[in-house]
């Protein structure tokens, strides 16, 4: 699996707040673009990238559960968010995951109109941006600067964003005009970082910050996301988004999905419980053997790759004489020439990963080993179902129904 550097596509021409509120659109499509950071020079596998990545993935995760819990006052089983520990070598516990390689679309915010490259992260529910008050961490990014914007207003909220090993960093909350390829939504709650972590800064992250697409039960802002603030406001004529994540066209299309993307049916899985886009797994299967059955995955296209249970991750791999990564724990690899069949079901229905995707590198050790994009994720309880699987299908998004399709990628 190879990965290509691209930079970041400037958005049409956009609306601005003193312009009347356009006709409802039945879909728009937006074009993404991408940074690769997780294959060296020598095209060998960056392990320090791929630990900070899904150090990042699970954090954000974990952060979900304890917004959900604080929002909502519902508890979470147990078995669902595992035994959470801080530690100090993974990065920030924040909506800000790690998005190397991800893919990355433009968003205009304020009157005048200024535009920020964001991550689309369904894995989390906040637009978080660089503020005014950002030190020389946010150095490289775009600043949200609200006295610059007439339509920006203070909500005199704070909120706060809880670091691993104790530390911490803290934002104001506004609200101002956030406009997608004509799509306008007014008054959109939004947080202005006054940090940025390591992973966040300008080196690791191409993006200036991240829209969240999942539920306002786990944002951190607690207020109403931005596709749901689309449907109160009757900006769109279908509550559903779809992404296509496969090169040569990466796009999230906004108000249904986009026919000329995907072909056949789609699969429909229903969310297990509101919150992130979790649903149930069928199964996983690999090279024709039944390891795994009804599990719950989070789809999540802020994570690069799939990263499971310690326990149900070793179980795939073991099933077909797969071994651990010397020295980088959660890491599998297994003979370049003998890439296993894995496939995940969602809704009776196989959907087989291909061993391209599947084969991240070449060990830098063992040249003849290979790495598998399928992860341990420590303190895991449940899957984080990305782009490793998102890839290689069309994901749809049906707010109103609250369930998640997936659909058979249209040929390039």
């Known amino acids: 699996m190879r990965f290509t550097l691209a930079t970041v596509v400037t958005a049409l021409p956009l609306f601005i707040a003193a312009a009347p509120r356009p006709a409802k659109q039945r879909g728009t499509a937006v074009p993404l673009s991408k940074l690769s950071s997780l294959v060296m020079a020598d095209q060998s596998v960056n392990f320090e990238a791929l630990n900070s990545h899904i150090a990042a993935t699970t954090a954000k995760i974990h952060h979900g559960f304890d917004n959900f819990e604080k929002n909502t006052g519902a508890s979470l089983p147990s078995a669902m968010k595992g035994a959470w520990k801080r530690d100090s070598s993974a990065l920030p516990l924040i909506s800000l995951s790690d998005p190397l390689d991800r893919w990355f679309g433009t968003i205009s915010i304020g009157t005048p109109p200024r535009n920020f490259a964001v991550l689309f992260d369904t894995g989390s529910s906040d637009v978080i941006l660089p503020g005014p008050e950002c030190d020389n961490t946010c150095y490289g990014h775009t600043i949200y600067d609200p006295e610059a914007s007439l339509t920006s207003a203070a909500l005199r909220k704070f909120f706060s964003i809880n670091f691993v090993g104790g530390a911490s960093s803290f934002g104001n909350q506004y609200s101002d005009n956030v406009t997608i390829v004509g799509l306008t939504a007014t008054d959109q709650a939004l947080g202005t970082a006054a940090y940025y972590s390591e992973a966040l800064q300008i080196g690791q992250f191409a993006g200036d910050g991240l829209l969240g697409m999942a539920f306002q039960s786990i944002s951190r802002l607690n207020q109403r996301p931005f596709f749901q603030t689309l449907i109160s406001q009757d900006q769109i004529e279908e509550p559903m988004f779809a992404f296509s994540l496969a090169t040569p066209r990466p796009e999230i299309y906004l108000g249904g999905t986009n026919p000329d993307m995907y072909t056949g049916d789609f699969t429909w899985a229903p969310i297990i419980q509101q919150g992130h886009w979790r649903v149930n797994i069928?199964?996983?299967?690999?090279?024709g053997q039944n390891v795994l059955n009804n599990v719950p995955g989070i789809i999540d296209t802020?994570?690069?790759?799939?990263?499971?249970?310690?326990?149900?991750?070793?179980?795939?791999?073991?099933?077909?004489?797969?071994?651990?990564?010397?020295?980088?724990?959660?890491?599998?690899?297994?003979?370049?020439?003998?890439?296993?069949?894995?496939?995940?079901?969602?809704?009776?229905?196989?959907?087989?990963?291909?061993?391209?995707?599947?084969?991240?590198?070449?060990?830098?050790?063992?040249p003849s080993q290979c790495i598998g994009s399928i992860y341990a994720g420590n303190f895991v309880r449940t899957w984080i179902v990305g782009n490793t699987f998102l890839s290689t299908v069309y994901t749809a998004f049906d707010v109103a129904n609250q369930r998640v399709g997936f659909a058979t990628l249209a040929a390039a």
């Open 282 to 287: 069928d199964s996983v299967v690999c090279n």
């Open 302 to 366: 802020g994570s690069l790759f799939i990263i499971g249970p310690p326990e149900d991750v070793a179980a795939l791999y073991a099933a077909v004489g797969s071994i651990p990564v010397l020295g980088e724990p959660g890491f599998y690899s297994f003979p370049c020439d003998a890439v296993p069949s894995v496939s995940f079901t969602f809704g009776d229905r196989s959907f087989p990963i291909p061993a391209e995707i599947l084969n991240m590198e070449p060990s830098e050790n063992d």
